[in-house]
């Protein structure tokens, strides 16, 4: 099967390759760059906020938003594009202000709200961190139990969050807290934004198993937070938590990225017949990878085009979600069976061909994050095969 995209489209994808080539870094250089690669977090920053800025500028930073609120505007074969080749030149492209703050902000936000905050998240002027899990409420998230309390014209916060991506970074915070603690759980959350250089908040390295830093614990002791700083209703946090509006959400990226990983592989083993002949059975495994890939992308593409439809995609967008993360696991074993002992070296190592370690660590997290393997196969069994819960 070919695909083709209406010519407006496709003339989109060639303006995107045209300004990455232009604006990255060469390709071996973007490995090291931004989260996870050996930069310091200070210059990975420094990397992402400036390339972004260089979205913001041609309007592309918040492509899919409304272009009443400085977004582009764009259709979901756009915005897939868009996904793909940022993700396929591990471009710095995500922004947790984009995918969550101001989504809920047109949604939800008063004017004020929306005057101060939207412009600088389009601008790339703010980093936003997700402020959800806690040590006893991941995959459960309505069992959070972070507590905000009214006095006055503010809520003082008290509790945990974990696994917060970018939380020693980041200018602000998108916390869910509980502010009913008598409500069934699912009621009673409230949206907040938060200064994450408020008083009372402790931020706490947390250091993966690739020896890299991204995620953080945060305390909260008496964090005192404006009243005019909860989006939406009190209360009703947990339905606004989960809105996304109408973009793009294929998963196309872990395909994207996917391919670049192994079309690194293959040329590796093409230029080094020795891995090869150490274990010929590598030549099955990579094929069977790029079947895969090709099975996911089809999958993504499904999701996209639906929603251009005006579907709405559930067990699709969490098949997709599953497949591409387990798939960036079985990728990384390759990676790890083609290079043998070579495969463990990383960091500018003496004898390493590329850093394949990092990302065989980081692919074991992909099964977890965004959803775990567990939950997205139970949303396609109830929802997808219309199986009873069990």
């Excluded at 614990?217 to 005019?228: I, M, N």
């Excluded at 670049?260 to 590796?268: D, H, N, P, T």
């Excluded at 274990?279 to 999958?299: K, Y």
């Excluded at 074993?333 to 394949?356: K, N, P, S």
Aim: glycine content about 12%; hydrophobic content about 40%; overall charge neutral.
């Amino acid at each position: 099967m070919k695909f083709s995209y209406d010519a407006d489209v496709e003339g989109f994808r060639q303006e995107l390759r045209a300004f990455i080539a232009a604006e990255l870094p060469p390709e071996d250089e973007r490995e090291i760059r931004g989260e996870g690669g050996t930069q310091s977090n200070a210059e990975a920053y420094a990397y992402t906020m400036g390339f972004q800025k260089k979205l913001a500028a041609r309007g592309w930073l918040a492509m899919a938003w409304p272009k009443e609120y400085g977004g582009g505007g764009a259709s979901h074969m756009r915005q897939l594009v868009y996904n793909e080749e940022m993700a396929y030149n591990a471009a710095p492209a995500g922004n947790m202000g984009i995918a969550w703050v101001g989504p809920s902000l047109m949604l939800y936000g008063t004017d004020e709200q929306k005057q101060r905050f939207i412009p600088r998240i389009t601008g790339a002027d703010d980093w936003w961190c997700t402020l959800y899990s806690e040590p006893g409420a991941g995959s459960d998230l309505a069992a959070l139990q972070t507590r905000a309390v009214r006095d006055g014209d503010d809520y003082v916060i008290n509790g945990q969050k974990i696994w917060t991506s970018g939380g020693h970074l980041a200018d602000w915070g998108w916390l869910a807290a509980r502010t009913d603690p008598d409500a069934p759980k699912h009621k009673g959350i409230t949206m907040f934004m938060l200064d994450m250089k408020s008083p009372g908040i402790t931020v706490r390295p947390l250091i993966n198993m690739a020896n890299r830093h991204g995620f953080n614990e945060v305390f909260f002791e008496d964090v005192r937070v404006p009243a005019k700083q909860v989006v939406g209703e009190v209360n009703r946090g947990w339905y606004h938590m989960a809105v996304a509006l109408d973009f793009e959400r294929s998963g196309i990226q872990a395909y994207a990225g996917g391919r670049k990983r192994v079309e690194r592989l293959v040329g590796i083993a093409k230029s080094n017949p020795a891995l090869v002949g150490q274990r010929p059975s590598i030549r099955t495994e990579l094929a069977d990878r790029m079947v895969e890939l090709n099975v996911g992308t089809i999958l993504a593409y499904r999701v996209a085009t639906m929603q251009a439809k005006g579907l709405v995609p559930n067990y699709e967008a969490s098949t997709s979600k599953l497949f591409g993360s387990e798939m960036g696991q079985r990728i990384a074993l390759t990676g790890m069976h083609l290079l043998g002992l070579a495969g463990e070296l990383r960091d500018g190592t003496a004898h390493q061909v590329i850093d394949q370690a990092t990302p065989y660590l980081s692919s074991v997290s992909g099964t977890i994050a965004a959803g775990t393997s567990e939950i997205q196969r139970g949303i396609i069994a109830t929802r997808g095969l219309g199986l009873p819960r069990g």
